[in-house]
């Protein structure tokens, strides 16, 4: 099998186990009071209540968000960067950008995604129930007893993760 089909493949098993993850966040029940950070331009938003925390923060070519339902979740955005972190039900998604997009979900009790890039594409990172996933410029990792996905656009590091078996492609360097 040659380079190019092998990371088609890998990037569409990716793709396909991101939707999983991001389609049962449709149906995780959220908190009656979830919490939500909007950063535009040059501001610094967090809110702390219960089980809800949120934080997002942009300079001023930037912008980000984060979502909390019974979760944590940190959007950090800079240097025309947009950030998205969601945490619902006990996940904690930390989305970190410079000069790019990129959306980090966790759904689910002991669910982490956390992501930090400087490349100016996409990079999506999510984890279910017990899941852990990790994309940064030069990897992306994908752990835990629960499904995980991770995938940067820009370098081609991606990663999927079903509870047992782990998938993975090195980004370029």
Not at 4 to 31: D, E, I, Q
Request: proline fraction near 4%.
């Amino acid at each position: 099998m040659t380079g190019v089909k092998r990371v088609t493949r890998m990037a569409a098993v990716v793709m396909a186990a991101g939707a999983a993850v991001l389609g049962s966040s449709l149906f995780a029940a959220p908190s009656a009071e979830a919490a939500v950070c909007i950063a535009r331009p040059t501001t610094d938003t967090t809110i702390v209540d219960g089980p809800d925390a949120c934080r997002s923060v942009a300079d001023m070519s930037s912008g980000a968000a984060a979502f909390s339902a019974g979760g944590v979740a940190v959007a950090d955005a800079a240097g025309r960067g947009t950030g998205l972190g969601v945490g619902v039900a006990g996940g904690v998604g930390a989305a970190e950008v410079r000069d790019g997009t990129l959306v980090a979900v966790a759904v689910g009790p002991a669910s982490v995604s956390i992501g930090s890039v400087t490349e100016p594409l996409f990079g999506v990172v999510a984890s279910g129930p017990s899941g852990q996933a990790l994309v940064t410029d030069d990897q992306a990792e994908c752990a835990g007893t629960g499904v995980a996905v991770a995938w940067n656009v820009a370098t081609g590091a991606a990663c999927a993760h079903d509870g047992f078996h782990t998938w993975a492609v090195p980004g370029r360097s």
